[in-house]
Nanobody, 126 residues
Framework: QVLLVESGGGSVQAGGSLRLSCSAF???????????MGWFRQAPGKEREGVAA???????TYADSVKGRFTISKPNAKNILYLEMNSLQPEDTAMYYC?????????????????WGQGTQVTVSS
């Protein structure tokens, strides 16, 4: 079992920046079995959507809506994932979730992940 804990959410004005972090906890075997991680978001009344993903080789996938503004990264440490968000807009307001899976595919499809965090709120005001 893997526990994912997000942090770094908050309230910013349009044009601002935030960096989200996600830490993975669990038995060493479980954490070592993580091959891909991703960020998702869900706004009130909307379905959860993929934002960005990264596999163990460093390959990344981004949603069109965040390309050029968001950057996903996973430094050498096995259990930490980041999402750098720049030029934030009100439409980026949502609960942001971290996800992880043992398949080495940088997918932004919700169904591609087994483990999910509880989320961190991002609010962007105009």
């Amino acid at each position: 079992q893997v526990l994912l804990v997000e942090s770094g959410g908050g309230s910013v004005q349009a044009g601002g920046s935030l960096r989200l972090s996600c830490s993975a906890f669990g038995y060493m075997y479980s954490v070592d079995s993580i091959y891909s991680m991703g960020w998702f978001r869900q706004a009130p009344g909307k379905e959860r959507e993929g934002v960005a993903a990264i596999d163990r080789n460093g390959s990344t996938t981004y949603a069109d809506s965040v390309k050029g503004r968001f950057t996903i990264s996973k430094p050498n440490a096995k259990n930490i994932l980041y999402l750098e968000m720049n030029s934030l807009q009100p439409e980026d307001t949502a609960m942001y979730y971290c996800a992880a899976d043992s398949e080495n595919i940088a997918t932004i499809l919700v169904g591609g992940y087994k483990y999910w965090g509880q989320g961190t709120q991002v609010t962007v005001s105009s």
